[in-house]
Antibody, heavy 123, light 109 residues
Framework: QVQLQESGPGLVKPSGTLSLTCAVSGGSISSSNWWSWVRQPPGKGLEWIGEIYHSGSTNYNPSLKSRVTISVDKSKNQFSLKLSSVTAADTAVYYC????????????????WGQGTLVTVSS | EIVMTQSPATLSVSPGERATLSCRASQSVSSNLAWYQQKPGQAPRLLIYGASTRATGIPARFSGSGSGTEFTLTISSLQSEDFAVYYCQQYNNWPPELTFGGGTKVEIK
């Protein structure tokens, strides 16, 4: 059973860069899953940020693409999120999540989730 | 972008009653739709994928139906632990632009 755990600063200054890491346990990040970041502003709904495959291939939400970088570190079995030029609108609980193992046709729902980490953007 | 619209925003139901939640896509997503349950302070939990397949460990009182643009999540007999917010998510496009509905809160009547 794959388990995911987010870590990173809980407070980021406006115009700064939000950086989070998701540690993967109970499975290998080199398996055929896509690894995603999803966020949820307080009291609001879910927004997909982007994803990465162990090969380094990425897909991003077009609305955030100019500010997002997702990377993978296979040696540490983890993947990371960087979101630049943050504002108060980026305050949210950030989740890492994984799809099931991919077959011939992509299936991009989220089978496993981390517990989430609240990131507040404030001076 | 495929916009997912859920209705109603809030559903008041008594324990033991049936709850019917709707999710509409702005264009066809075939059967590439998932449902999640989220309780306060917790991460979402996968309930249904492929529009109608229950995820591992999900009770049979949860069922999903629909295809194309109209989808339904039915909880046949609400238990106390089912009061939560439910989200639908489409995963039809490649490269993906994964989108969620705004959620339906199921509350105790």
């Amino acid at each position: 059973q794959v388990q995911l755990q987010e870590s990173g600063p809980g407070l980021v200054k406006p115009s700064g860069t939000l950086s989070l890491t998701c540690a993967v346990s109970g499975g290998s990040i080199s398996s055929s899953n896509w690894w995603s970041w999803v966020r949820q502003p307080p009291g609001k709904g879910l927004e997909w940020i982007g994803e990465i495959y162990h090969s380094g291939s990425t897909n991003y939400n077009p609305s955030l693409k100019s500010r997002v970088t997702i990377s993978v570190d296979k040696s540490k079995n983890q993947f990371s999120l960087k979101l630049s030029s943050v504002t108060a609108a980026d305050t949210a609980v950030y989740y890492c999540a994984s799809t099931p193992p991919q077959q011939l046709v992509p299936v991009e729902y989220f089978q496993h989730w981390g517990q989430g980490t609240l990131v507040t953007v404030s001076s | 972008e495929i916009v997912m619209t859920q209705s109603p925003a809030t559903l008041s139901v008594s324990p033991g009653e049936r709850a019917t939640l709707s999710c509409r896509a702005s264009q066809s997503v075939s059967s590439n739709l998932a449902w999640y349950q989220q309780k306060p302070g917790q991460a979402p939990r996968l309930l249904i994928y492929g529009a109608s397949t229950r995820a591992t460990g999900i009770p049979a009182r949860f069922s999903g139906s629909g295809s194309g643009t109209e989808f339904t999540l039915t909880i046949s007999s609400l238990q106390s632990e089912d009061f939560a917010v439910y989200y639908c998510q489409q995963y039809n496009n490649w490269p993906p632009e994964l989108t969620f509905g705004g959620g339906t809160k199921v509350e105790i009547k």
